[in-house]
């Protein structure tokens, strides 16, 4: 009986994959309107900013790459790789795009979520900022902060309460979880 409270789950990296990219995509789409709202009617924007309401795709590949950042300080390169390509190749079946252009977007918004937050080695706030660049949300500001073009850091904390919602807990994860390769 003891055996089993200590016993960690086993899941594959493809269902664990799977998993995380259709619960990641379907948590952004349903909340994707109201996450726009709150930035829209947050009260350190100066203006209203034009966002596009039709879209998630932008939010859900920000998100999706931003997880996949965490894994680098988790995982060994090898189990990195295998999770990677299977996120990789589960994204590529939900948007109709073959693997390595898929990868390849992919590695373009984990880039730019790392050049956006340098010097700065926190993840989550590397996303926010990457959401607030991507979103134009610069020139809504005040403009001291609009002619830095830098998020004002009490909207960017605002911005880090919302998108705390789509990280998952990997370290949990992986510590509950034997991964099979």
């Known amino acids: 009986m003891f055996a089993t409270l200590f016993v960690k ?10 998993q995380f990219v ?3 995509l379907r948590a952004v789409d ?5 996450f726009l ?4 009617n947050d009260s350190e924007l100066e203006s209203y900013p034009k966002l596009n309401y039709k879209d998630p795709s932008v ?3 920000i998100i999706i790459a931003g997880n996949m950042k965490f894994f680098e300080r988790i995982l060994s390169s090898h ?3 295998a999770v990677c390509n299977s996120i990789i190749k589960e994204m590529s079946i939900v948007f109709e795009m073959n693997f390595n252009e898929m990868k390849e977007k992919l590695e373009n918004y984990s880039s730019f979520i790392s050049r956006v937050n340098h010097p700065s080695k926190n993840i989550l706030y590397g996303i926010s900022k990457a959401v607030f660049f991507k979103f134009k ?3 809504y500001q005040d403009d001291y ?3 830095l073009n830098t998020p004002n850091p009490i909207f960017l904390k605002k911005i880090d309460s919302l998108i705390e919602n789509y990280i998952w807990d990997w370290k949990s994860i992986f510590e509950k979880s034997k991964i099979t390769y």
């Open 9 to 18: 789950k086993r899941i594959t990296h493809k269902v664990l994959a799977k």
């Open 59 to 61: 939010l859900m590949h």
């Open 79 to 81: 189990e990195e790789n």
């Open 22 to 24: 259709h619960k990641t």
């Open 37 to 40: 709202d709150a930035i829209y």
């Open 145 to 147: 902060f609009a002619q």
């Open 30 to 34: 349903e909340t994707f309107e109201d």
């Open 137 to 139: 949300l610069g020139k």
